[in-house]
């Protein structure tokens, strides 16, 4: 059993930054590959980050360039720094987890999930 816990979320103005943490249970955190996704109000929800264990990433084109993920294993902990934030970036944003080395952008490959953190960002 993996327990994914995310914090960091708020209200903001545009073009404001905030850093999502998300802090998994388990001693083999290093061998899982970590992704970050997100729902807004009445749309589906939608792949934005994703970190292997080989500490590659993969990012949604709407993120690309503003959004960073990264990882610290010491922590058991991902990270999602986003920046240049905009008022369509809000959602409630859902750290995954899944034993596999290789980081995806469906959210059905993820078997481990986070009760998800509210990210309000005002114009």
């Known amino acids: 059993q993996v327990q994914l816990v995310e914090s960091g979320g708020g209200l903001v103005q545009a073009g404001g930054s905030l850093r999502l943490s998300c802090v998994a249970s388990?001693?083999?955190?290093?061998?899982?590959?970590m992704g970050w996704f997100r729902q807004a109000p009445g749309k589906e929800r939608e792949f934005v980050a994703a970190?292997?264990?080989?500490?590659?990433?993969a990012y949604a084109d709407s993120v690309k360039g503003r959004f960073t993920i990264s990882r610290d294993n010491a922590r058991n902990t991902v990270y999602l720094q986003m920046n240049s934030l905009k008022p369509e970036d809000t959602a409630v944003y859902y750290c995954?987890?899944?034993?596999?080395?290789?980081?995806?952008?469906?959210?059905?490959?993820?078997?481990?999930w986070g009760q998800g953190t509210q990210v309000t960002v005002s114009s």
């Open positions: 995954a987890a899944r034993g596999s080395p290789i980081a995806t952008m469906h959210g059905y490959d993820y078997p481990y």
């Open positions: 970190n292997s264990w080989s500490d590659s990433n």
């Open positions: 388990g001693r083999t955190f290093s061998r899982f590959a």
